[in-house]
């Protein structure tokens, strides 16, 4: 499997409305496991335990690039990808080690959390975790970005000419509408009155673009050349990126540092004219306190040896002092802050 089908490769997810649920030693609040896959015969391997929040669109592709990465390159190491249903469940299980499944009792060693997620659940929903102090970053994940798509030659060219248009902003609940929705309230954009929303997943959005049933789509994920080309392909289309940069400055004014604006290319995709600013978070890899210096800097290099496979082609950051950095609110794990003195 080469770089891009990796990166296009969707996660299997359990059917609609059929989560099992399990419940945490620390508190009777249920858990909610989205992916059962990622169980089935893994209890008994030794393997690194990845989990992340779910991802509605049913991609993720930070975390199987990094579970792909540890197996391959960390001696002695494998990463297993587990998908819950929020962040604030995948940092509980990361706090509790461990956690038992209809399928067995699996252990739980690494977790990835979007930075604004944990931003929100430090600052607004702390009541919701424990103390995080025995937690630490180990990495901050190249940038999920904000695509806000309309067709090649349309006559919008900017977010604020969305007013009154049919516009699709992701499956209800989704990362993709909950920023979308963000960004369009710092542009004072009425939501009810102004948009007519769709809640489509990204193939359905692409569909509906192609058939002029919507005039444009919000989606939120890495850069990836081989999904969006792919699916333009089949449908015959050529889209445009639009660029938002003003509205970020409000939206990290309401919401905090953990928005930043980042710059997708014009190489990054074929039919890209110009480079497009446009809205970033960052994933935030992070482990217990107890993770071995060792183990943790050996995760840290890998990732930062191959970094092509963490991001989309054709990303930069517009203004690397106000990128994810400034929003991180762990203290860096000894083998991370080890791999970091030696590389600078």
């Given at each position: 499997m080469n770089r891009r089908e990796f990166l296009a490769m969707p996660l299997v997810l359990a059917g609609t409305g059929f989560l099992p649920r399990l419940t945490d030693a620390g508190t009777a609040e249920p858990i909610r496991l989205a992916h059962l896959g990622a169980h089935e015969g893994r209890f008994t391997t030794g393997a690194l335990t990845l989990v992340s929040?779910?991802?509605?669109?049913?991609?993720?592709?930070?975390?199987?690039?990094?579970a792909e990465l540890i197996?391959?390159?960390?001696?002695?190491?494998?990463?297993?990808?587990?998908?819950?249903?929020?962040?604030?469940?995948?940092?509980?299980?990361?706090?509790?080690?461990?956690?038992?499944?209809?399928?067995?009792?699996?252990?739980?060693?690494?977790?990835?959390?979007?930075?604004?997620e944990?931003?929100?659940?430090?600052?607004?929903?702390?009541?919701?975790?424990?103390?995080?102090g025995e937690l630490r970053l180990l990495a901050v994940l190249p940038a999920q970005v904000?695509?806000?798509?309309?067709?090649?030659g349309s006559p919008i060219a900017?977010?604020?000419?969305?007013k009154g248009k049919t516009v699709s902003l992701g499956p209800a609940g989704s990362r993709s509408e909950k920023i979308m929705l963000r960004l369009l309230e710092a542009f004072d954009?009425?939501?009810?009155?102004?948009?007519?929303?769709?809640?489509?997943?990204?193939?359905?959005?692409?569909?509906?673009?192609?058939?002029?049933?919507?005039?444009?789509?919000?989606?939120?994920?890495?850069?990836s050349p081989a999904l969006f080309e792919h699916l333009a392909g089949l449908l015959g289309i050529r889209m445009t990126l639009l660029s938002h940069e003003e509205g970020i400055?409000?939206?990290?004014?309401?919401?905090?540092?953990?928005?930043?604006?980042?710059?997708?290319?014009?190489?990054?995709?074929?039919?890209?004219?110009?480079?497009?600013?446009?809205?970033?978070?960052?994933?935030?890899?992070?482990?217990?306190?107890d993770l071995s210096a060792q183990r943790a800097y050996d995760i840290v290099k890998t990732l930062s040896a191959h970094p092509h496979a963490?991001?989309?082609?054709?990303?930069?950051?517009?203004?690397?002092?106000?990128?994810?950095?400034?929003?991180?609110?762990?203290?860096l794990h000894p083998g991370a802050l080890r791999f970091r003195e030696e590389t600078k």
């Open positions: 929040g779910y991802s509605e669109e049913g991609h993720h592709f930070a975390g199987q690039a990094v197996s391959r390159h960390v001696s002695g190491a494998k990463a297993l990808l587990t998908v819950v249903a929020t962040p604030a469940d995948a940092l509980r299980l990361l706090q509790a080690g461990r956690t038992d499944t209809p399928y067995g009792q699996f252990t739980v060693d690494l977790a990835l959390v979007d930075g604004d944990l931003s929100a659940l430090r600052g607004v929903d702390a009541s919701r975790l424990q103390d995080l904000l695509h806000i798509v309309t067709l090649h900017s977010v604020g000419e969305l954009l009425p939501i009810g009155s102004s948009i007519q929303r769709e809640a489509l997943p990204l193939a359905a959005s692409m569909k509906a673009l192609a058939e002029r049933k919507i005039d444009g789509f919000a989606w939120h994920g890495p850069t400055v409000k939206v990290r004014a309401k919401y905090g540092p953990a928005y930043y604006t980042a710059r997708i290319k014009k190489t990054a995709y074929s039919w890209l004219e110009k480079d497009v600013r446009a809205l970033g978070t960052a994933n935030l890899l992070i482990s217990r306190a963490l991001e989309g082609e054709g990303l930069g950051s517009s203004d690397p002092g106000a990128g994810p950095e400034a929003a991180i609110l762990l203290p």
